[in-house]
């Protein structure tokens, strides 16, 4: 197997790990690749994340969720991805440092993988990033409320003032959009979770929306915001704007273990 190792690039010891768990990989009879960040630190050279399809079989993250997103969001291709925990909660990282060298050794072709949905965001017909968590639309400047219209079919389902907005894929659900008071949702239901931040009617509720609808995010608040999609990419929206969301043709493919979704939410969420 050909594998490329991402590292978390602030923690010295997970990129110590890195290095370490290239070279058993290779000791064992594998490529083992490390990409250009992580590389640099080990003083070892590395391959960029945009050029990974043309080098490996596999990625493998070294850190929390945000380097599994960041991951994503730069490979060019559909490549199988694997996280090995090195943060707070991973719920993206199905492996432990204790167990994933054997994991990997033991990994043949013809694995298994996962597909997990990502989101599609268009405005005024230009792509602008896919997102595997969520966008979030949030003022530019602290404690300003924005105004949000949204368009189900051409036809406006609601319209509410909030902090901000979330929306999200089923994966996702277990990310901001929970902290925010949305439902943890089977990653395997293709929809859109929306949720209001401190929205200012309680009547405002989250909604999970199928993509086979056409969906729309009207911003018309008069007020600076971003869009910040999966904590990676920021999108200034200036004082309003229209953003169209819809499923992605690039999902991500997660590479599976023994340990299902709702194991991991019993293990990592109920137990925090």
């Known amino acids: 197997m050909r594998y490329l190792i991402v590292s978390r690039i602030d923690r010295v010891d997970a990129v110590a790990f890195a290095g370490r768990l290239a070279d058993d990989l290779i000791t064992a009879g594998h490529t083992a690749l490390l990409e250009e960040n992580t590389g640099d630190l080990l003083t070892r050279g590395g391959v960029a994340l945009e050029d990974a399809a043309d080098h490996v079989d596999v990625v493998v993250t070294i850190g929390g969720d945000g380097t599994v997103l960041r991951a994503v969001s730069k490979m060019n291709g559909d490549i199988p991805i694997i996280g090995i925990n090195w943060g707070e909660v991973g719920f993206l990282a199905d492996l432990e440092p204790d167990n994933a060298l054997s994991f990997l050794t033991a990994l043949q072709p013809g694995f298994s993988v996962e597909r997990r949905m990502r989101l599609a965001f268009e405005i005024d017909g230009v792509h602008i990033g896919d997102a595997l968590n969520e966008a979030l639309i949030v003022t530019s400047r602290p404690a300003k409320m924005l105004r949000?219209?949204?368009?189900?079919?051409?036809?406006?389902?609601e319209?509410?003032?909030?902090?901000?907005?979330?929306i999200g894929t089923p994966t996702g659900s277990t990310a901001y959009a929970m902290s925010a008071g949305g439902p943890i949702i089977d990653p395997w239901i293709d929809g859109v979770l929306i949720v209001p931040l401190a929205p200012y009617m309680l009547s405002s509720r989250p909604h999970l929306i199928s993509t086979d609808r056409t969906i729309e995010i009207r911003l018309e608040s008069g007020k600076p915001a971003n869009l910040v999609i999966d904590g990676v990419e920021t999108q200034p929206l200036g004082l309003s704007a229209s953003i169209s969301v819809s499923r992605s043709d690039h999902a991500a493919l997660f590479i599976k273990?023994?340990?299902?979704?709702?194991?991991?939410?019993?293990?990592?969420?109920?137990?925090?």
């Open 148 to 157: 949000f219209s949204i368009l189900i079919d051409g036809v406006v389902a």
């Open 159 to 166: 319209m509410f003032r909030a902090d901000g907005i979330i």
């Open 257 to 272: 273990t023994e340990r299902n979704f709702f194991e991991k939410v019993e293990q990592k969420l109920r137990r925090l």
